[in-house]
């Protein structure tokens, strides 16, 4: 159950048991919503009006139902203006005047980009607020920004323009502005403009503007034509709309039009295209050149919150950007708190991919250690060495409160989940080995996670394990290491190898006779095999031990893995086999007989399809119904 549909839930239950048994239609159709589904939106609609005539003075429970939930409704989908203007309405039943001026001031703030609604709002308060002069001025002013590029924001500015005039204000600067605007009526403006003109060179420039703005619009009423839909639905847009804000607004952008149409075009295409994500990052990416890191920011937190959960890209690229921004900041860490923030958001939403938390947490890693535990290379050696014994204390105690199931202490701790415990953990041990130079605090990790069967299957784990042991040039370790590969711990087939063929060329370099000589006293005189061959016999074949080569008697030969696979590691194919072969006969033996005819073994078998088999998965999942 979505949180919204539990904050519906926890409304109905406000209900007395008397309202809901004589209302079941209605309780019903709110149990039965579904958020991507306008049909059964617009059902609960309808029951609230049908409540709202059958109860004309209902309680106040009853009102804060029959209000919040479809408050919900636009709290989750804020471009649907229509519910909003439904919100108005039952505000005005319910309560009066007051509160639905209040939820058409709710809604122009939720919705900035509606033409409609700011319309509706400033139409109630002129009707009802004639002596409110100054405040409607202002949110005129306001609304001019925002809505008054839009090609049809005619209706806009009539009202504008009828409002100054009642108060008896000079238009002359008014109209100034709306005649270079790009309207689809914008030519109405020219004659009233004009009257006002005494001075010709006015007239002149007067002139020249309009042509040139008539030339714009002519340019974008190319787009402007073909659009069909320029509201939000849930159901999908058809693709030649999408197709044609795509055009439209590379026109606009690579034509250098007016920063403020730009804008105004973007917005209004986000409206009927709020669920496509590549012109929110158009959008986003061409935003960013000419406005504020804030307002970036908030666009930023604008097109997360509206796009499904399933559009990730927008959502990495704004923690990239908020990454780029660190660096040229001051106020650091607002700015961290705010990326943390956002890591963590995606990270509920996506905790159950293992790529995408891992991806996330190896992200968070380098941000955290420039942010809270900077040093520069102007500090003492003494101030460098405290930070980071810091950080990994701070990996420390987050490793431990997730582990022990005890709340998360800080941001790093909500990050964490079983499949990128490796990540943190590979953290730990590299700043514990590497920077704080403790290295048997790095062995006591080593021993601990290699048992953790989150940890335990990690390729970066056990690598860094390898370059420990061969930094310490622990023979007795590495060779139970390479022994335990394939054994004991099972990692993919190009990992090990390369492992192997790595400790070959390490084994020569460094080792020495002493060293050969103790592994060789160590080791069972009837398993002891050569560690430079033993790593060799275990290419393409990790659970090979030199205890099974002597199972296999050279009459079995056939029968063994190397004679199947035949070079092929992983593909067995039984080849026919020549039974009464006479190649290791003496050619004396068959001086005075003549050889049989040859008779064969899996003969039959000579078409049969190859069998494969993924030797790191067969390991892994017995190994998993061992520990079982």
Known sequence: ?????????????????????????????????KWDDINTLNLVLQHIDKLIQKYPTPNDTIKEVLTAIPNLFVTKYPFLFGYWKKITAI??????????????????????????????YFKVLIANYPKDVERIRSLFKHAKDLIGWQ??????????????????????????????????QYAKYVKPYKALLKDPKDIASLHSKVK?????????????????????????????????WEQYTTFVINSKKDTRLVRSIFERALIPCCFIEELWIKYIDWFQTS?????????????????????????????????????????????????????????????????????????????????????????????????????????????????????????????????????????????????VKNNVQTRKYFNFFGKLPSVRNSVSFWLTYYKFEKASKNFVKLNKFISDLGMEIYLPM??????????????????????????????????YVDPLLYSQFKINKPKWTPGKLKKISSSEWYKSSEYRENGHPGILVERPQIKNSIINYSSKVLKNKVPGIPIFRNLERMNQTPKYRDYYTDEFLSSQDRKK
């Open 291 to 435: 406005h504020t890191q804030d307002q970036t920011i908030e666009l930023y937190k604008s097109g997360t919150s509206k796009l499904p959960v399933a559009k990730r890209k927008l959502r990495f690229n704004f923690l990239n950007y908020l990454k780029s921004e660190l660096v040229k900041t001051e106020d650091r860490v607002s700015l961290f708190d705010m990326y943390s923030k956002e890591c963590v958001l995606l990270m509920s939403n996506y905790n159950k991919e293992k790529s995408t938390s891992c991806n996330l947490l190896s992200q968070y890693f380098p941000v955290l250690k420039s942010t809270k535990f900077n040093s520069s290379l102007s500090d003492s050696s003494k101030i460098i060495l405290s930070k980071q014994t810091e950080y990994s204390k701070y990996l420390d105690t987050s490793i431990t409160s997730y582990l022990s199931s005890k709340p998360a202490s800080n941001d790093l701790g909500h990050l964490l989940c079983e499949g990128n415990l490796a990540i943190i953990v590979v953290e730990l041990i590299k700043v514990t080995w590497l920077v």
């Open 1 to 33: 159950m979505s949180i919204k549909q539990q904050e519906i839930k926890a409304l109905l239950q406000k209900l007395d048991t008397t309202f809901i048994q004589d209302n079941l239609e209605f309780v019903t159709a709110c149990n039965n919503v």
């Open 212 to 244: 040139s703005n008539q030339t714009i619009v002519g340019e974008i009423w190319k787009y402007e034509s073909k659009i069909k839909q320029n509201f939000f639905n849930l159901t999908p847009l058809p693709k030649t709309e999408v197709d044609n």
């Open 151 to 184: 090609f049809y924001a005619h209706v806009f500015w009539d009202l504008y323009i009828t409002f100054e005039t009642k108060q008896g204000s000079e238009l002359k600067g008014l109209y100034a502005e709306i005649i270079e605007l790009p309207l689809h």
């Open 494 to 527: 190009d990992v090990i190898n390369d492992i192997l063929e790595d400790y070959k060329t390490f084994y020569l370099l460094n080792s020495n006779v002493i060293e050969f000589r103790q592994h060789e006293d160590k080791s069972d005189k009837f398993q």
């Open 91 to 120: 505000e005005y039943q319910l309560y009066g005047l007051e509160k639905s001026v209040e939820a058409l001031a709710t809604s122009v703030k939720k919705f900035p980009q509606s033409l409609e609604l700011w319309c509706d």
